[in-house]
């Protein structure tokens, strides 16, 4: 994920992705708290625990571009102020690490999927924060594509030429968190 321009302006296809840090932190295990997830969308913040007890907290992707992988303090300093907001008691528990990620956006906050000017190469990318949850149907709808040739009436709007012709998928609250 997050690389998704530099393979096709390889093979001549431009896209109108974008790639945005994704950043999320742990703190030390502890015993069973969170039995779901927390979302906050007014403050842009998610929160879950991990089976080995460890609280996950992310937030929303960055406003800017970038290939850094580099965490930020100010990324830290914002997210634990809004998982204290909505979580009090994690303020006495040590955070354990943090990291980077990427995220290809599409203007439409959806993804690109099918074929493409170029004979044999198909994308399936811009999925933004939330292709982990649809890799099932991604990967049926994609081996259908395939397999017969014919672009699935599923993903038939994600295609990529939506963009020069203004249909763009109006999905933008299907992204898990707000951005």
Same mark, same amino acid.
């Given at each position: 994920?997050?690389?998704?321009?530099?393979?096709?302006?390889?093979?001549?296809? +431009?896209?109108?992705?974008?790639?945005? %840090?994704?950043?999320?932190?742990?703190? &030390?295990?502890?015993?069973?708290?969170?039995?779901?997830?927390?979302?906050?969308?007014?403050?842009? /913040?998610?929160?879950?625990?991990?089976? !080995?007890?460890?609280?996950?907290? *992310?937030?929303?992707?960055?406003?800017?571009? /970038?290939?850094?992988? !580099?965490?930020?303090?100010?990324?830290? &300093?914002?997210?634990?102020?809004?998982?204290?907001?909505?979580? %009090?008691?994690?303020?006495?528990?040590?955070?354990? +690490?943090?990291?980077? *990620?990427?995220?290809?956006?599409?203007?439409?906050?959806?993804?690109?999927?099918?074929? /493409?000017?170029?004979?044999?190469?198909?994308?399936?990318?811009?999925?933004? /924060?939330?292709?982990?949850?649809?890799?099932?149907?991604? *990967?049926?709808?994609?081996?259908?594509?395939?397999?017969? *040739? !014919?672009? %699935?009436?599923?993903?038939?709007?994600? +295609?990529?030429? !939506?963009?020069?012709? &203004?249909?763009?998928?109006?999905?933008?609250?299907?992204?898990?968190?707000?951005?």
């Amino acid at each position: 994920a997050g690389w998704t321009t530099q393979v096709t302006d390889m093979a001549g296809i +431009r896209t109108p992705i974008t790639n945005h %840090p994704l950043q999320a932190f742990v703190t &030390e295990p502890v015993k069973p708290l969170l039995h779901k997830i927390i979302v906050s969308a007014n403050l842009h /913040t998610y929160i879950s625990q991990t089976d !080995r007890g460890e609280i996950l907290i *992310g937030s929303e992707i960055e406003p800017y571009t /970038t290939y850094s992988m !580099r965490s930020t303090n100010t990324f830290l &300093e914002h997210s634990t102020a809004n998982a204290l907001d909505v979580v %009090p008691l994690l303020a006495r528990l040590k955070i354990q +690490r943090q990291w980077t *990620g990427y995220c290809d956006m599409t203007p439409d906050f959806s993804p690109i999927m099918g074929k /493409t000017e170029v004979d044999n190469f198909l994308i399936d990318a811009g999925w933004g /924060t939330w292709g982990f949850k649809a890799s099932a149907v991604c *990967g049926e709808t994609m081996a259908e594509l395939i397999g017969t *040739g !014919r672009t %699935p009436d599923l993903i038939e709007p994600f +295609r990529l030429s !939506r963009f020069a012709e &203004e249909m763009l998928v109006p999905e933008k609250a299907a992204a898990s968190v707000s951005h």
